[in-house]
């Protein structure tokens, strides 16, 4: 998998090519936030990620 990432503003952001030979990128923003209590410690409690594919579909994960 070849990725390349960047971040500004309190955005990341990184772009790659998966196993099947096909583009995607993602954005992260606001950041990601954990929760450390037992039971959450790995899953995110705040934040969105946005996953877009080379046909410009994307999916917000929130």
Not at 31 to 56: D, I, M
Request: proline residues 3%; positive net charge.
């Amino acid at each position: 998998m070849k990725s390349h990432s960047s971040a500004q503003a309190g955005l990341s952001s990184t772009t790659g090519t998966n196993r099947q030979g096909k583009a995607y990128s993602v954005v992260i923003g606001p950041p990601l936030l954990k929760k450390f209590a037992v039971g959450c410690a790995r899953h995110s409690t705040a934040g969105t990620v946005t996953v877009t594919n080379a046909q410009e579909k994307s999916m917000l994960f929130n």
